[in-house]
């Protein structure tokens, strides 16, 4: 008689299909790509660091202008006249319990309320522009690369055009000369339109080549041989097979391109085509706080520190969401 089978170790652990025949079902289960990816994410705790800062941010941007100070309020009184800067706090920059951040010198604006609200302006702006370059490009993109042919070589050339474009002096004219009145809007509502037109429409080669990339690839793959052997047509392969599998691609892209459209739109600002003052935005405090940068340096650092924060915290995000869902990093 054939001595019985010993189970030694875990119940899975290199076992006979007898013995596995047996073991609770419930213990043995496959993870789908989103739950790899998620729990590779977790365990990158510097890309959980920057998720969380731009968690934190976004949630400023909505909701931080109903809890600070009007950021248009002049506070005279905090301000010296004889030096034209705040009376008092570190480096006379007027820092107190009621003003955390301190105030701006002359106006005796409340610089925390300009922060939170120049979060609002920059956060929407490249989040808007972000889309629209996301939906251009992804759409140019697929088209260029799955159907080959004059049609990529004629999409490939309007990219090269569109890349080699002077972007930031046609953005510095083109907001400089549209009026202050059209499309049904005025004011600084008009000004965020041109700015994510502008921003958006011309910055779609960018995520249009590396999509067009990803798309000259997938469509060469057996699935999609497979698919189209089953007679299925072209718009069912690109949206059943195709843009399922750029998903990934897109969100990386997504968030490493925000970031660059808050330095786009911050520069803007800097050179005064952004939104029109007194409304706060982080490019314009930078532009207030030039010429007074060698007495009170702490104009320029806090919304200098401001911008750097937002733009490392999606970098750090986009990386380590890059490297969850790329399947031969490590």
Same mark, same amino acid.
């Given at each position: 008689?054939?001595?019985?089978?010993?189970?030694?170790?875990?119940?899975?652990?290199?076992?006979?299909?007898?013995?596995?025949?047996?073991?609770?079902?419930?213990?043995?289960?496959?993870?789908?790509?989103?739950?790899?990816?998620?729990?590779?994410?977790?365990?990158?705790?510097?890309?959980?660091?920057?998720?969380?800062?731009?968690?934190?941010?976004?949630?400023?941007?909505?909701?931080?202008?109903?809890?600070?100070?009007?950021?248009?309020?002049?506070?005279?009184?905090?301000?010296?006249?004889?030096?034209?800067?705040?009376?008092?706090?570190?480096?006379?920059?007027?820092?107190?319990?009621?003003?955390?951040?301190?105030?701006?010198?002359?106006?005796?604006?409340?610089?925390? +309320?300009?922060?939170?609200? !120049? /979060? &609002?302006? @920059?956060?929407?702006?490249?989040?808007?522009?972000?889309?629209?370059? %996301?939906?251009?490009?992804?759409?140019?993109?697929?088209?260029?690369?799955?159907?080959?042919?004059?049609?990529?070589?004629?999409?490939?050339?309007?990219?090269?055009?569109?890349?080699?474009?002077?972007?930031?002096?046609?953005?510095?004219?083109?907001?400089?000369?549209?009026?202050?009145?059209?499309?049904?809007?005025?004011?600084?509502?008009?000004?965020?339109?041109?700015?994510?037109?502008?921003?958006?429409?011309?910055?779609?080669?960018?995520?249009?080549?590396?999509?067009?990339?990803?798309?000259?690839?997938?469509?060469?793959?057996?699935?999609?041989? +497979?698919?189209?052997?089953? !007679? /299925? &047509?072209? @718009?069912?392969?690109?949206?059943?097979?195709?843009?399922?599998?750029? %998903?990934?691609?897109?969100?990386?892209?997504?968030?490493?391109?925000?970031?660059?459209?808050?330095?786009?739109?911050?520069?803007?600002?800097?050179?005064?085509?952004?939104?029109?003052?007194?409304?706060?935005?982080?490019?314009?405090?930078?532009?207030?706080?030039?010429?007074?940068?060698?007495?009170?340096?702490?104009?320029?650092?806090?919304?200098?520190?401001?911008?750097?924060?937002?733009?490392?915290?999606?970098?750090?995000?986009?990386?380590?969401?890059?490297?969850?869902?790329?399947?031969?990093?490590?």
């Amino acid at each position: 008689m054939a001595a019985p089978i010993e189970v030694s170790g875990s119940d899975t652990e290199a076992q006979p299909e007898s013995v596995l025949a047996g073991v609770d079902r419930k213990k043995i289960q496959g993870r789908s790509l989103g739950q790899i990816a998620w729990l590779r994410l977790r365990r990158d705790k510097v890309a959980l660091t920057g998720a969380l800062v731009v968690l934190l941010l976004i949630l400023l941007a909505i909701f931080g202008p109903y809890f600070v100070q009007d950021p248009l309020k002049y506070n005279q009184n905090l301000i010296d006249p004889t030096y034209n800067r705040p009376k008092s706090g570190f480096w006379h920059s007027g820092i107190s319990s009621e003003h955390w951040l301190g105030v701006e010198p002359g106006t005796g604006r409340d610089m925390l +309320a300009r922060i939170v609200h !120049g /979060a &609002r302006i @920059s956060l929407l702006v490249s989040f808007l522009a972000t889309l629209m370059s %996301v939906i251009i490009g992804t759409t140019m993109g697929i088209i260029a690369g799955f159907f080959g042919g004059w049609v990529d070589y004629v999409i490939s050339r309007a990219m090269d055009a569109f890349l080699a474009f002077p972007l930031l002096l046609f953005a510095i004219a083109l907001v400089g000369v549209v009026a202050d009145d059209a499309f049904g809007l005025s004011g600084n509502n008009l000004r965020v339109s041109v700015l994510v037109i502008v921003i958006g429409f011309f910055n779609w080669p960018y995520i249009g080549r590396i999509i067009r990339g990803q798309t000259l690839s997938l469509r060469e793959r057996e699935f999609v041989d +497979a698919a189209r052997s089953m !007679g /299925a &047509r072209n @718009s069912y392969v690109l949206f059943k097979e195709i843009l399922p599998n750029l %998903v990934a691609p897109i969100l990386v892209y997504s968030t490493l391109l925000i970031p660059t459209n808050i330095l786009f739109e911050a520069a803007l600002s800097f050179l005064g085509v952004g939104v029109n003052p007194p409304t706060p935005s982080w490019g314009g405090m930078l532009t207030l706080a030039v010429p007074i940068y060698s007495s009170d340096p702490m104009y320029m650092i806090i919304p200098g520190m401001a911008i750097f924060i937002t733009v490392l915290a999606f970098n750090l995000f986009g990386d380590g969401l890059r490297d969850a869902l790329d399947p031969r990093s490590r």
